[in-house]
């Protein structure tokens, strides 16, 4: 899907210019671009470009989506050079929202404060997904006790994940569907 407009503005290429350069070597690599800012008002100007897929990526695979995004820019600035700038490849974060599918997906057995299109909010442990629809687990009233609720993924507004510092226990990602991050079951 190649554009015939120039691959510069302002002598910098545009988020959808470098989405459109990457795109390709990205998924090829297993990763989707998440996001790109451009930001020319920063001295030297600087382009990010988020990526992220089933697996996260780790430094090795960074450090490759970033020559593989450099040698790209290079060859596309041609003889009217790009202004100089910082390029910066790096993984969404630990707690960012979760705003399409495959973000949930990729969040099962995490946990997310989740905001419902009726303004409630909670926190839940993200289960599985299956036709448009999410398995939260919620915790109930005494420590060892959860609810399962099954959200239409239109139903949520807003959704972050959140930061944990011990493991879930085994019954709560069992109720999620599944193991934790690491492919390893819970201990409980």
């Given at each position: 899907m190649a554009s015939d407009a120039p691959l510069r503005s302002a002598r910098l290429p545009s988020p959808e210019q470098v989405v459109e350069l990457l795109e390709g070597d990205f998924a090829?690599?297993?990763?989707?671009?998440?996001?790109?800012?451009?930001?020319?008002?920063?001295?030297?100007?600087?382009?990010?470009i988020v990526a992220d897929g089933d697996t996260p990526?780790?430094?090795?695979?960074?450090?490759?989506?970033?020559?593989?995004?450099?040698?790209?820019?290079?060859?596309?600035?041609?003889a009217d050079p790009f202004v100089p700038?910082?390029?910066?490849?790096?993984?969404?974060?630990?707690?960012?929202?979760?705003?399409?599918e495959r973000h949930f997906r990729r969040a099962r057995g995490r946990k997310a404060e989740v905001t419902m299109s009726d303004g409630?909010?909670?926190?839940a442990r993200i289960g599985?997904?299956?036709?448009?629809?999410?398995?939260?687990?919620?915790?109930?009233a005494k420590p060892s006790q959860f609810a399962v609720r099954d959200v239409a993924l239109a139903d949520i507004v807003k959704a972050v994940v959140q930061v944990e510092f011990s493991p879930p226990g085994r019954k709560e990602i069992e109720l999620a569907g599944?193991?934790?991050?690491?492919?390893r079951e819970a201990d409980s």
């Open positions: 090829q690599a297993g990763y989707d671009i998440e996001d790109v800012v451009v930001d020319a008002a920063t001295r030297p100007p600087r382009i990010v990526p780790d430094l090795d695979a960074i450090a490759a989506l970033a020559r593989t995004a450099s040698e790209r820019l290079d060859d596309a600035d041609g700038y910082v390029l910066e490849v790096t993984s969404p974060g630990v707690e960012r929202p979760l705003t399409a409630s909010q909670q926190i599985e997904i299956t036709d448009g629809t999410v398995r939260l687990v919620v915790a109930g599944g193991t934790t991050e690491s492919g």
